[in-house]
C-alpha cells in the first residue's frame, strides 16, 4: 500500500532535514508523527519515527544532534497554556507584562518579539500560563511559532481593535497553512450537556477533522480599548461577528477590560476546581484539582495516585449537588468547588 505522504507531512520532514539542535530535531519528528496518514503503508515509517523520538528523548542535554538552540517545547503549567496569536504590533507582549510577572519586551515598533515569554496569570486560587509569541505575518515567522501554537490549550486571538477584521482574516489563513483551525469557544455550546473527558465542548464533530490538523479553541481579544472611536467600532464588530465568536475588549494602559479575561478563559478552559480533605481534617482549600467538566469522583481519584482509584471504596461529597457529607460512588459527576474526602 502507499503512502501517500501529505503536503504537511513532507514540510515538517524538510524542516527535520534542515534541523540543527535536537530541539528542532524532535520538535519536526513529533510532528511528522502526529501528521502522517495511519494506515497499514505507513507501519514500519511510524514505527521508525518513534524510535527516532525516543532516541533523542533519552540523549543527553547537548548531545541530540549539535549545539545547543533555542528550546521550542514550553512544559505547561497551572490550568493551562494560553498562546497569544495575532499580527504585528497587537498589544500582546503588553498584555502578559500587564497580567503576569513575565517582561516580554514592550515596544511601538511590529516584530519587537522574537522570543516566546511565558508567564503566570492567577485568578483566584489557580493560575494559567500565558505564551507570548512572535507575531504571525505575511514575512517570514519561524516554524517552532506554530509547533508553540500546537501545543496550547487554548488561543487567544489578539487584534487592534482597529482593523480586527483583517487580522483575524490574516491569522486564520496563515495558521491554516500549517494545519492550525481556530475552533471559536462559544458560551451556548460549553453550557451543553458537558462533553466527554478530554474533549472541548466546541470541539468539531470527528468526521469533519482533517488527520494530523490541530484544532484550538480559541477566544477574541481586542486591545486598544482606551482609543477614540473605539466603542463605536466595537458596536459594528459586533453586529459583524454575530455570535460566531466570544470576543472581549481591553487596554494594557489603563487595565479596562482586564478583569473579563481571566473568567472567559476560565470557561472556555472547560475546567472545574476541585477540593480535598482527609478524614477528621479541614479541607485544603488552597490547592484545587483542575478537572474538566463532566469528570467524576473515580477520574480525581485516578488524578491524585493510582492506587488510590484502585482501591476507593466510596467518597463523601460537599457540593451544590448534595447534602453536606453525602456518601457516593465513583461515579458521580463533579461540580465546580466541590469538597471530596476519598474513602479507600
Avoid at 451556548?188 to 477533522?209: I, S, T
Avoid at 469522583?297 to 495516585?305: E, F, K, N, S
Wanted: glycine letters at 10%; a negative charge.
Amino acid at each position: 500500500m502507499p503512502a501517500n505522504l501529505t503536503p504537511v507531512y513532507k514540510e515538517a520532514e524538510a524542516r527535520y532535514k534542515a534541523a540543527v539542535t535536537g530541539e528542532e530535531k524532535l520538535a519536526a519528528l513529533e510532528e511528522m508523527l502526529r501528521v502522517i496518514p495511519k494506515h497499514k503503508g505507513t507501519e514500519k515509517l511510524q514505527a521508525d519515527l518513534r524510535s527516532r523520538i525516543s532516541k533523542l528523548k533519552r540523549a543527553p542535554a547537548g548531545k541530540a544532534g549539535g549545539a545547543h538552540g533555542h528550546s521550542y517545547r514550553i512544559p505547561a503549567e497551572g490550568a493551562g497554556q494560553v498562546v497569544l496569536v495575532g499580527p504585528p504590533n497587537t498589544g500582546k507582549s503588553a498584555l502578559v507584562a500587564r497580567l503576569t510577572h513575565a517582561e516580554p519586551l514592550v515596544a511601538e515598533y511590529p516584530m519587537s518579539t522574537r522570543e516566546a515569554t511565558p508567564g503566570m496569570m492567577p485568578f483566584g486560587d489557580i493560575s494559567f500560563q500565558l505564551v507570548d509569541l512572535p507575531p504571525v505575518c505575511e514575512e517570514h515567522v519561524e516554524y517552532w511559532v506554530y509547533d508553540l501554537i500546537r501545543g496550547g490549550d487554548l488561543a487567544w486571538v489578539v487584534l487592534s481593535v482597529d482593523d480586527p477584521l483583517g487580522g483575524l482574516e490574516l491569522v486564520e489563513r496563515l495558521l491554516e497553512k500549517k494545519a492550525v483551525k481556530l475552533v471559536p469557544w462559544r458560551r451556548a455550546a460549553a453550557a451543553a450537556e458537558p462533553p466527554a473527558p478530554g474533549k472541548h465542548a466546541d470541539d468539531e464533530p470527528a468526521e469533519e477533522r482533517r488527520p494530523g490538523w490541530k484544532y484550538l479553541s480559541s477566544l477574541l481579544v481586542l486591545t486598544g480599548l482606551d482609543r477614540p472611536q473605539a466603542r463605536e467600532d466595537l458596536t459594528i464588530l459586533a453586529e459583524l461577528l454575530g455570535a460566531d465568536w466570544v470576543w472581549t475588549a481591553v487596554a494594557s494602559v489603563t487595565g479596562e477590560g482586564l478583569g473579563a479575561l481571566g473568567d472567559l478563559t476560565f470557561d472556555a478552559r472547560g475546567i472545574i476546581r476541585v477540593y480535598t480533605k482527609e478524614p477528621g481534617h479541614d479541607p485544603d482549600l488552597e490547592r484545587p484539582f483542575t478537572l474538566p467538566v463532566g469528570a467524576t469522583v473515580g477520574q480525581l481519584a485516578r488524578t491524585i495516585h493510582g492506587e488510590i482509584a484502585e482501591h476507593l471504596k466510596y467518597a463523601r461529597l460537599w457540593g451544590k449537588t448534595t447534602f453536606d457529607g453525602q456518601r457516593v460512588k465513583s461515579e458521580q459527576v463533579l461540580t465546580d468547588g466541590d469538597v471530596v474526602e476519598l474513602r479507600a
